[in-house]
């Protein structure tokens, strides 16, 4: 049966690549030459984290030095979001295009998922999760390869297990991808992986995915193009420091807590809020975290050079981004910090879905701009389409909308579904089930388990400290309605 499928979705993706429309031009005066192929796309994704983990988007205790240097050729997104609070349904709205609560992927949960924390009496009975992306699902790997381009992945895959891995959708060469959400053997090597050979023991796990894709780059021919999927399992737990640099984070936290002393009659502020039935980091201040952050960063910096080095990069669309909010919320606080959003991973608040978003096309006119327009995971597959000039595919693309548009200057998009996230499910962060729907400056959570509804006017309230919805009954039954 899944040779069947397998076949007839190869079958209807060459007929649309044979139909699919030329690329698209170049602007003339953004990039040096009009390419004489397709162009590259490497998408980075990185695990658990959230807006405020990088300097360029106000932190500062993490530095991300080359990420701050990219995004100044790029296209920042200051409101950008994941697909939902955790990380393999905003996986499979990513490779898809679709929400994740359509009943064709109906991954509503992180695979396998799993209950509350002790503190939390449950009332609510979770509809069934898928624990695979279904193989009818016709990935942007699938869509792109039809279309003549490698493809490839290294990192976190977690859509499922034997049968359902990258190379079952559409990726040509898997470094790591596999079942689990977590690095099984830790950040150093061995990395007991069964989807990735070991290295030298004390090999760091997310130096050892670069230098897969940088090979790849390097041996790539110029008339090909390529589709890499760079998934780090950084920063997700467990929170192991990169040795390289944890000296320095020991050093900025130490003074950062003198400081904090200072400022607060020689003691240390709290550094968590409670937040429902969880606790809230609201205070920066890990080093091993920080140190975490730095390496990917470090790694990225590698990445672009490789592509520069190679010719690549003006014919490379990138892409830049987490998959939900930092871990801020658990029972005793997460290990990061979301602040000044609420909550963290695992919450339809600002802190568990908003990430950051950094995209450079070569092409692309409003490069070094940064843009207000919300978007989110689900819009990456029909902008990756447009890009590349490939005939979406059938029922893919359906809840997300092309960025183009705001890539090259204009201040809208049009969306023919609102962005909304569904998480009907207990997490261990304290978590109930919610739902959310963002239009606009409004947004609304609908608390399942509370019984309660939030409204937010994000403009004015970025916090969500202000729950409007009693004193705005319209919005809040308008907004209710759409969801």
């Given amino acids: 049966m899944i040779q069947r499928r397998s076949f007839l979705k190869t079958a209807s993706l060459m007929a649309a690549a044979a139909a699919a429309p030329r690329a698209l031009a170049h602007c003339g005066s953004c990039a040096p ?30 530095e991300t030095p080359n990420l701050d240097k990219f995004a100044k050729e790029a296209v920042r997104f200051t409101d950008g979001y994941a697909g939902h609070p955790v990380c393999s349904p905003t996986r499979a709205a990513i490779l898809t295009g679709n929400n994740p609560v359509r009943k064709e992927i109906n991954i509503t949960d992180w695979i396998p998922g799993a209950g509350p924390n002790k503190s939390v009496r449950i009332k609510i009975i979770a509809p069934k999760n898928e624990n695979q992306l279904a193989l009818e699902q016709v990935t942007i790997a699938e869509a792109l390869k039809a279309a003549g381009y490698s493809t490839w992945f290294a990192g976190k895959w977690h859509l499922g297990n034997k049968g359902f891995f990258p190379e079952h959708q559409g990726f040509e060469v898997n470094h790591g991808g596999h079942h689990k ?5 830790g950040y150093y090597a061995p990395f007991n992986n069964p989807k990735l050979t070991d290295s030298p023991d004390g090999t760091y796990l997310p130096d050892r995915l ?18 890499a999927y760079l998934s780090y399992y950084t920063v997700h737990t467990p929170i192991q420091a990169c040795k390289r640099h944890i000296k320095k984070f020991n050093a900025k936290r130490d003074v950062l807590h003198e400081k904090l002393k200072a400022e607060n009659g020689g003691k240390m502020p709290p550094t968590t809020k409670p937040e429902i039935f969880g606790k809230t980091r609201v205070i920066q201040n890990n080093p091993a975290f920080a140190s975490m952050v730095y390496a990917m960063d470090e790694n990225l910096g590698r990445l672009i050079k490789a592509l520069k080095d190679s010719g690549q990069y003006d014919n490379t669309i990138v892409y830049i981004t987490g998959d939900n909010g930092t ?5 005793g606080g997460g290990p990061s910090s979301a602040y000044p959003l609420r909550a963290g991973k695992g919450w339809c608040f600002e802190g568990g879905i908003r990430v950051p978003v950094i995209i450079r096309d070569p092409r692309a006119k409003a490069n070094g ?19 590349a000039g490939v005939k979406m595919p059938k029922g893919q693309g359906l809840d997300g909308a092309s960025l183009t548009g705001l890539l090259n200057g204009k201040q809208s998009v049009e969306r023919t579904e609102p962005m909304v996230w569904h998480y009907p499910r207990y997490h261990g962060s304290g978590h109930v089930p919610s739902s959310a729907i963002r239009e606009g400056d409004w947004k609304l959570v609908d608390n399942y388990h509370l019984e309660k509804q939030f409204l937010f006017n994000l403009k004015d309230d970025i916090g969500e400290t202000k729950n409007l919805a009693k004193s705005n009954p319209k919005k809040t039954a308008e907004l209710l309605k759409k969801m």
Wanted: aromatic share 12%; hydrophobic share 30%.
């Fill in 369 to 387: 701009t940064v843009c207000s327009v919300p978007v989110y995971a689900e819009d990456y597959y029909s902008t990756i389409m447009e890009q």
């Fill in 210 to 227: 670069t230098d897969e894709t940088i090979k790849l780059i390097k041996a790539q021919p110029k008339d090909k193009p390529f589709l």
């Fill in 181 to 185: 959400g977590s690095p099984p053997g």
């Fill in 327 to 331: 871990l801020a919320t658990l029972g």
């Fill in 33 to 62: 030459k009009t390419p004489t192929k397709k162009p590259n796309i490497l998408f980075v994704l990185v695990d658990d984290w959230g807006q405020q983990d990088a300097s360029c988007y106000g932190s500062t205790f993490y």
